[in-house]
C-alpha cells in the first residue's frame, strides 16, 4: 500500500482571487513580511499498488481525469 500525496496550485499564469484576498489579510493583520499567497488543493490518496512507479502512474492518471484541471492547474505527487 502506497500513500500517494497530491498538491495542485494554479498556474502562475492564472490569477488566484482566494490567494489575493489571504494575502491582503495578512497585510491587514500587520504581517507585511508576507509579499505573496497563492491557494491550492492538497489531496491524500491510498493506493493499492505492486510497486511505487504504479503507484504514481494511477495518481497520475486521477489527477489528470479528474482530481486537477490541467488547463488552469499544476500539480505534483509525491509517493510513500
Known sequence: MYKAKVYITLRKS????KGKA???ALQ???LKEVNDVRIGKFIEMNIDANSEEKAFELADKACSQLLANEVME???I???
Open 28 to 30: 491587514n493583520l500587520g
Open 74 to 76: 499544476d500539480y505534483s
Open 14 to 17: 492564472i490569477l488566484d482571487p
Open 78 to 80: 509525491e509517493i510513500e
Open 22 to 24: 489571504a494575502h491582503q
